[in-house]
């Protein structure tokens, strides 16, 4: 199985803030990455596919970059409702696998 | 408006099997050309795969827990189910039922993701 690990497990942050999530692949998988946004007793949200493509109704504060081995999801500038966990998720391969997330806490 | 609503078993004991079902409104679930997935997550863990519905009717599953697992579909009800048998604690977790979507990306491949989930449904295993 590939396996992603995300960094940080966690981050404190204010409203306003850029902040920057990376996942890394334990093998290439060239731009099948993909990022969702977890809350509390949610499910998980599709936030960005194929490593840079924003979803439909996403905001245009978040963008994805990488290809290969190397990840990194960005929130240009931090909003109350992005207080949430993280998940990379590789498609290149099956067993599509996720990263351990990154929680982003309130500074 | 696609939604997806899981609903089965909230309690299971050890050793029997875990039986979940989704349905699926807004799409016909196999002639729609989507496909569909089951995903789990433990209380306070991350999100694990458990197995792909193909919009052929094929399956596909985790390797970890291919030996526990069956997934089928009931085309007259739209609605596809799992069964998880021989069940533990380890398979204590809420329980999604999730759209598996194409999408054509910035280079223009193809790529899968997974874009509209039930809320889940909370399965705890426990005599």
């Known amino acids: 199985d590939i396996q992603m690990t995300q960094s940080p497990s966690s981050l404190s942050a204010s409203v306003g803030d850029r902040v920057t999530i990376t996942c890394r692949a334990s093998q290439s998988i060239s731009n099948y990455l993909n990022w969702y946004q977890q809350k509390p007793g949610k499910a998980p949200k599709l936030l960005i596919y194929g490593a840079s493509s924003l979803q439909s109704g996403v905001p245009a504060r978040f963008s994805g970059s990488g290809s290969g081995t190397d990840f990194t999801l960005t929130i240009s500038s931090l909003q109350p409702e992005d207080f949430a966990t993280y998940y990379c998720q590789q498609s290149h391969k099956t067993p599509p696998t996720f990263g351990q997330g990154t929680k982003v806490e309130i500074k | 408006q696609l939604q997806l609503q899981e609903s089965g078993s909230g309690l299971v004991k050890p050793s029997q099997t875990l039986s979940l079902t989704c349905a699926v409104s807004?799409?016909?679930?196999?002639?729609?050309?989507?496909?569909w997935s089951w995903i789990r997550q433990p209380p306070g863990k991350g999100l694990e795969w458990i197995g792909y519905i193909y919009h052929s009717g094929s399956t596909d599953y985790n390797p970890s827990l291919k030996s526990r697992v069956t997934t089928s579909v009931d085309r007259s009800k739209n609605q596809f189910s799992l069964r998880l048998s021989s069940v533990t604690a380890a398979d204590t977790a809420v329980y999604y039922c999730?759209?598996?979507?194409?999408?054509?990306?910035?280079?223009?491949?193809?790529?899968?993701?997974?874009?509209?989930w039930g809320q889940g449904t909370m399965v705890t295993v426990s005599s």
């Open positions: 999730v759209r598996v979507s194409t999408y054509y990306d910035s280079r223009g491949y193809l790529v899968g993701a997974f874009d509209i």
């Open positions: 807004g799409t016909p679930i196999i002639s729609g050309g989507y496909s």
